[in-house]
């Protein structure tokens, strides 16, 4: 099992930034890709980007790249995701997820961590 902890959410002005922090224990040497998702209410889960636990490969969705970075700290057992520029649309309760192969979905997901950007 892979326990996932997200941290670092809170209120910022439009035109902000946010690092989120997803502290990730136990069999984190079987984790294939960490995964970033966010859900506004009333909306499905969106993904917004991955890391590859080896290797460090970073895949963004159209509407996040260029402005959100995802990076990792494989000595720290934690994947980061750095928020530019955020709007209000931004707004949402980010999780991270891990998932043990390509094929795979994400089986482990965190607990989400609330961003909300005002205008």
């Known amino acids: 099992q892979v326990q996932l902890v997200e941290s670092g959410g809170g209120l910022v002005q439009a035109g902000g930034s946010l690092r989120l922090s997803c502290v990730a224990s136990?069999?984190?040497?079987?984790?294939?890709?960490v995964g970033w998702f966010r859900q506004a209410p009333g909306t499905e889960r969106q993904f917004v980007g991955s890391?590859?636990?080896?290797?460090?490969?970073?895949r963004y969705s159209d509407s996040v790249k260029g402005q959100f970075r995802i990076s990792r700290d494989n000595a720290k057992s934690t994947v980061f995701l750095q928020m530019n520029s955020l709007q209000p649309e931004d707004t949402a309760v980010y999780y991270c997820?891990?998932?043990?192969?390509?094929?795979?979905?994400?089986?482990?997901w965190g607990q989400g961590t609330q961003v909300t950007v005002s205008s």
């Open positions: 997820a891990a998932k043990f192969s390509p094929e795979s979905s994400y089986v482990y």
């Open positions: 136990g069999r984190t040497s079987s984790t294939y890709e």
């Open positions: 890391i590859r636990w080896s290797g460090g490969t970073t």
